[in-house]
């Protein structure tokens, strides 16, 4: 199946999602069975023939090192069989009895070093380097990016609007956002315009895959970047403070990266703002 054919047959099965299916899930899953289809691809193996699943899961444990991608790429390869046999194309699931491996609430978000981020900052161009940063450290989603508009920005206090919450920027944030107005050559650009023009996060995605090629950093997904943020709102302010800059609902969202920094159950001291934050 060629490159063009994949996308074809990717934007049909996607068709078959419930029509309430949240964009971000079905960005997810397109990405995953995208990954599927070209490992069916480099063994020879037919989509519609019995094979049994575990040679899948094996090569996933061989590629990814975290048990999270794992269990997630198996999850969405099996959608994909799930909307085909509904769709009578399909009749059998070899995916069906096959599991990843267990992992730890903690341990399934992945997130991206600060080493790592530093790497792929060295390998970035001047857009690329403003949407690491906004995701890194201001810890924006990638529909919060491909939404984010200019006058959502604001200049005079390093404060970034977005979803009805204010996220205060570290300089090298805001420098890297003045470098990209700058770069764009054109006039200032009005309150409203897209700050990127990004047709959907998949292209961020894209740029990010061949990012971490060139920095020789692995690949977490989009995500991650923004996990990465978490942890670092975690070391400087309080947990209602980071749910707040992350737009978490409840405690139990943050639970995981609250183990995954190493944090005890409930954190105590001085209460810090958002302030402390852009001035740290």
Not at 206 to 222: D, E, F, M, S, T
């Amino acid at each position: 199946m060629e490159a063009g054919d994949i996308d074809v047959f990717l934007d049909w099965t996607m068709s078959l999602m419930p029509a309430s299916t949240k964009p971000s899930t079905i960005s997810n899953t397109r990405s995953g069975i995208r990954v599927f289809l070209s490992w069916l691809q480099s063994k020879e193996l037919p989509l519609l023939d019995r094979w049994n699943g575990n040679e899948y899961a094996l090569w996933l444990h061989s590629e990814f090192p975290a048990p999270a991608t794992v269990k997630n790429r198996l999850s969405q390869a099996r959608k994909l069989y799930e909307l085909l046999i509904a769709a009578d194309v399909a009749s059998f699931n070899p995916l069906a009895k096959t599991r990843g491996p267990r992992n730890q609430p903690h341990e399934r978000r992945p997130f991206y070093q600060p080493g790592e981020i530093e790497l792929l900052l060295e390998e970035a161009n001047i857009q690329q380097r403003a949407l690491i940063l906004l995701s890194a450290h201001a810890g924006l989603s990638g529909t919060d990016i491909v939404q984010l508009q200019f006058g959502q920005v604001h200049w005079e206090n390093g404060e970034i609007t977005v979803t009805g919450r204010s996220i205060p920027s570290p300089p090298e944030l805001i420098q890297a956002l003045v470098a990209w107005q700058q770069d764009r050559n054109k006039e200032m650009p009005l309150p409203e315009e897209p700050m990127f023009g990004l047709l959907n996060d998949r292209v961020l995605r894209r740029q990010l895959i061949k990012l971490c090629a060139l920095a020789n950093v692995p690949y977490h997904g989009w995500y991650a970047l923004r996990n990465a943020a978490g942890l670092r709102f975690l070391e400087k302010v309080s947990r209602e403070e980071t749910k707040y800059l992350l737009d978490l609902k409840g405690n139990e969202s943050l639970r995981p990266l609250v183990l995954q920094a190493g944090l005890p159950d409930r954190r105590y001291g001085k209460r810090r703002t958002r302030k402390d934050v852009q001035n740290s």
